[in-house]
């Protein structure tokens, strides 16, 4: 009995030192976030960008080396410090931000009340721009709302995306006319043919719940009058966006493969595991992490928007010869299956593991750390 009441006395005794510990963690984070919020304010003054990734390397490389010296992984220390630096980002992205061009009369955002429009027109306002949503109720009005506009964002759905660029032939001259679809090429042509001032096709690689553009990327297609919009370009790398420039084409040419093609096998995929009447929960419970990660990014498109996924599949009809080439290789692979040829699965299986090269093992290294967050995040 003694030796049993002086077990739970020294534990808990430890946890009371483990809890003291924690407090004073939290108390040193939350000082740590009044400083990264008058960073914020110190950066939006100078009118530095939020994002600093020199700043942020060397950072990870010294604490990296300060855990190894401590006995501590690296690992922990880095993943911590990332969550931290990403808490730094929102409490700076609060501060608002350097308006690149005061002297820009107004920035009008067509469909600025829909789930990406909205993000933009927050952003324009928080930089100190004249912003307005212009939507479809606003149209008899729209002569005198376009008139002062140096910059229009057509941010609608992809199948109305045509029919408003074409109603917008009477914009100011040195306007910039933009708009925000994951197709490039036939939006870029028809903001050309429309409009004679500044064009350009932007593309923002992330969906409507994002919290901030520190770390993403926004795809820039050039149109027209590269000069005259690069403050533009410029006020999204202030927000903390990556511009990563690329031919309509071309952009196009990869989101068939980035994008069309994924989602399309992936609601197959989900449909298939309706049809085949399969218990998600059972799937659920008995999925290693990655088989549950897989199962979560299925899920996750069936929560959203239908008529999202729709319009990006159904929009280039030229996307129709890929998918089919992807069925074909899909049998193809199958018939190897059933006719019991392993040889020759090894040796497609060898060729495509050439054909990533290096990035097969950083994928690998990537995806073990999401793996971990993804186990350590499981609820069910």
Request: hydrophobic share 45%.
């Given at each position: 009995?003694?030796?049993?009441?002086?077990?739970?006395?020294?534990?808990?005794?430890?946890?009371?030192?483990?809890?003291?510990?924690?407090?004073?963690l939290?108390?040193?984070?939350?000082?740590r976030?009044?400083?990264?919020?008058?960073?914020?304010?110190?950066?939006?003054?100078?009118?530095?960008?939020?994002?600093a990734?020199?700043?942020?390397?060397?950072?990870?490389?010294?604490?990296?080396?300060?855990a190894?010296d401590?006995?501590?992984?690296?690992?922990?220390?880095?993943d911590?410090?990332?969550?931290?630096?990403q808490?730094?980002?929102?409490?700076?992205?609060?501060?608002?931000?350097?308006?690149?061009?005061?002297?820009?009369?107004?920035?009008i955002?067509?469909?600025?009340?829909?789930?990406?429009?909205r993000?933009?027109?927050?952003?324009?306002?928080?930089?100190?721009?004249?912003?307005?949503?212009?939507?479809?109720?606003?149209?008899?009005?729209?002569?005198?709302?376009?008139?002062e506009?140096?910059?229009?964002?057509?941010?609608?759905?992809?199948?109305?995306?045509?029919?408003?660029?074409?109603?917008?032939?009477?914009?100011?001259e040195?306007?910039?006319?933009a708009?925000?679809?994951?197709?490039?090429?036939?939006?870029?042509?028809?903001m050309?043919?429309?409009?004679?001032?500044p064009?350009?096709g932007?593309?923002?690689m992330?969906g409507?719940?994002?919290?901030g553009?520190?770390?993403?990327?926004?795809?820039a297609?050039?149109?027209?009058?590269?000069?005259?919009?690069?403050?533009?370009?410029e006020?999204?790398?202030?927000?903390?966006?990556?511009?990563?420039?690329?031919?309509a084409?071309?952009?196009?040419?990869?989101?068939?493969?980035v994008?069309?093609?994924?989602?399309?096998?992936?609601?197959?995929?989900?449909y298939?595991?309706?049809?085949?009447?399969?218990?998600?929960?059972?799937?659920?419970?008995?999925?290693?992490?990655?088989?549950?990660?897989?199962?979560?990014?299925?899920g996750?498109?069936?929560?959203?928007?239908?008529?999202?996924?729709?319009?990006?599949?159904?929009?280039?009809?030229?996307?129709?010869?890929?998918?089919?080439?992807?069925?074909?290789?899909?049998?193809?692979?199958?018939?190897?299956?059933?006719s019991?040829?392993?040889?020759?699965f090894?040796?497609?299986?060898?060729?495509?593991?050439?054909?990533?090269?290096?990035?097969?093992?950083?994928?690998?290294?990537?995806?073990?750390?999401?793996?971990?967050?993804?186990?350590?995040?499981k609820?069910y």
């Amino acid at each position: 009995m003694n030796n049993e009441f002086t077990f739970e006395q020294n534990l808990g005794a430890l946890r009371d030192e483990i809890d003291d510990i924690d407090g004073q963690l939290v108390a040193l984070l939350a000082t740590r976030r009044v400083v990264t919020t008058k960073v914020g304010l110190l950066k939006s003054a100078a009118g530095m960008p939020i994002y600093a990734p020199e700043r942020e390397a060397n950072l990870l490389k010294v604490r990296r080396q300060q855990a190894i010296d401590a006995g501590l992984s690296p690992e922990l220390i880095e993943d911590i410090l990332r969550r931290l630096m990403q808490d730094s980002y929102v409490s700076q992205d609060a501060s608002g931000y350097r308006c690149v061009n005061p002297d820009c009369k107004k920035v009008i955002v067509i469909g600025g009340k829909g789930q990406l429009g909205r993000i933009f027109v927050d952003l324009f306002t928080r930089s100190g721009y004249q912003v307005q949503a212009l939507e479809q109720a606003d149209w008899p009005n729209s002569a005198a709302i376009l008139a002062e506009a140096s910059l229009v964002i057509v941010a609608v759905p992809i199948r109305l995306t045509t029919l408003v660029i074409q109603k917008l032939g009477t914009l100011p001259e040195n306007c910039i006319l933009a708009d925000v679809t994951s197709i490039k090429e036939a939006p870029l042509y028809e903001m050309m043919k429309v409009h004679a001032g500044p064009v350009v096709g932007l593309h923002p690689m992330f969906g409507p719940d994002v919290t901030g553009l520190v770390k993403q990327t926004i795809i820039a297609c050039e149109g027209r009058f590269p000069q005259q919009y690069h403050w533009l370009l410029e006020q999204f790398n202030v927000w903390g966006a990556k511009i990563y420039p690329v031919e309509a084409q071309v952009h196009d040419q990869a989101m068939s493969m980035v994008q069309v093609m994924r989602h399309f096998s992936t609601i197959a995929y989900g449909y298939h595991l309706m049809t085949e009447g399969a218990d998600i929960a059972q799937l659920v419970e008995m999925s290693s992490p990655i088989y549950r990660l897989e199962l979560i990014m299925v899920g996750r498109l069936f929560a959203q928007n239908p008529e999202l996924y729709t319009d990006i599949i159904f929009a280039n009809q030229n996307n129709i010869a890929m998918m089919k080439r992807f069925a074909y290789r899909f049998l193809a692979l199958l018939e190897d299956v059933q006719s019991n040829d392993k040889a020759a699965f090894t040796e497609m299986f060898s060729q495509v593991a050439d054909y990533f090269g290096d990035y097969a093992d950083i994928f690998m290294q990537e995806s073990k750390v999401m793996l971990a967050k993804a186990d350590q995040l499981k609820k069910y």
